[in-house]
């Protein structure tokens, strides 16, 4: 763990993911007022002036005595056309942690650290996390194998040692973890914070619909199929929801695909909008409650609560 850890205060070692169509304002001030950090992506907001005004209501609700912190998502290329503004608009209101997905994070490094924020990368392999180690980050974001949204292939046992043992900044470990024993399985292999994405998809304060919420609710690991099929990416999908729309899972027409289109990320959300996403850690999702809630049970579960006993004393028998 880096010295000084900046995340030593919070509740529990953890971030609410950035999520497309699914983190807003609510979610993050939900997250951070309850101990945890609270992030959403800049695309989210469909306007730079959106950003603004969300980042601005954030910064003001948050201000003075918050046990947790925010961060922003930012796609970080000139394929972005927003990038520019939206660095502007972080710089404004001077986001305690910026995540950024998709290239060389230079020109964020020089912002971000101009005000004391810290800059982490997300990455899905070994060799990315090497090349994004000499960028001058302050955090890797391991994706690991069961990841909602656009997943990694690597099971988080090996990726997350193996990044350790070159790496001596912060390590985020997301993929499958919605438990308080998964947090503290992160911990256990050398991360210092959980991402988890789809523990908060079915928050109250998130902005899933009823019906996605009500689906999350239902299912369990075996409703998730992972498909290149709607992004041209590998992404855990709910199998159930794409037998809602009325296309078969197993037999997805080529004519599905709708890939991101940057002049305005909402345009191709239809992959999103429509069939929603999941990752293996979904059966830990049992109904729909508030962000503090949920909080209150991973911490229980984190510090030994009912759903990680104390092991057992166990010997050899010669
Ligand atoms: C519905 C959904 C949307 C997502 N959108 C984004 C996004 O816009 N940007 C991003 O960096 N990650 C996105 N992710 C990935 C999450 O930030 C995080 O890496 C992932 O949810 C962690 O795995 P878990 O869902 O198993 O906890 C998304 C995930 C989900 C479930």
């Known amino acids: 763990m880096p010295e000084g850890n900046a995340f030593a205060g919070l509740r529990l070692p953890a971030i609410a993911a950035p999520m497309f169509l699914v983190s807003g304002p609510e979610l993050v001030v939900a997250s951070a007022r309850s ?13 730079g002036d959106d950003l603004d005004r969300w980042c601005r209501t954030i910064r003001e609700t948050l201000a003075g005595d918050c046990p947790g912190s925010w961060s922003i998502n930012l796609v970080a290329n000139r394929r972005n056309p927003r990038v520019e503004h939206d660095l502007g608009v972080i710089r404004r209101h001077e986001v305690p942690l910026v995540v950024t997905a998709l290239g060389s994070p230079a020109a964020v490094i020089e912002a971000v650290h101009s005000y004391g924020g810290l800059v982490f990368a997300d990455v899905i392999s070994i060799e990315q996390a090497r090349k994004a180690a000499t960028w001058g980050v302050d955090g890797l974001v391991l994706i690991c194998a069961g990841a909602g949204g656009h997943t990694g292939q690597l099971s988080p046992f090996a990726f997350v040692p193996e990044v350790r043992s070159f790496w001596d900044g912060y390590i985020v470990a997301g993929g499958g973890i919605a438990t308080g024993a998964g947090i503290r399985g992160a911990l ?3 991360a210092d914070l959980a991402y988890l ?9 998130s902005m899933a619909s ?3 919420r009500a689906m999350l609710v239902e299912a369990g690991g075996a409703d998730i199929i992972c498909t290149d099929a709607f992004t041209g990416i590998p992404n855990n999908m709910l199998r159930p929801s794409i037998v809602r729309a009325g296309i ?3 037999n997805i027409p080529p004519a599905c695909r709708s890939t991101l289109n940057f002049e305005d990320p909402h345009s191709g959300a239809k992959a999103w909008r429509d069939i929603w996403s999941a990752g293996h850690g979904v059966g830990a999702i049992t109904a729909v409650e508030p962000v503090e ?3 209150a049970s991973l ?3 984190f510090r030994g609560g009912d759903a990680f006993p104390a092991p057992v004393e166990w010997r050899r028998t010669a």
Not at 35 to 44: D, L, Q, R, S, T
Not at 197 to 202: E, K, L, W, Y
Request: charged share 25%.
């Open 210 to 212: 009823d019906n996605y």
């Open 299 to 301: 911490e229980r579960e």
């Open 197 to 205: 994405g789809t523990r908060f998809i079915a928050a109250a304060e």
């Open 248 to 250: 078969d899972p197993d």
């Open 188 to 190: 256990a292999l050398g």
């Open 293 to 295: 809630a949920i909080v």
């Open 35 to 47: 101990g945890i950090v609270g992030a959403m992506p800049a695309a989210n907001a469909r306007t």
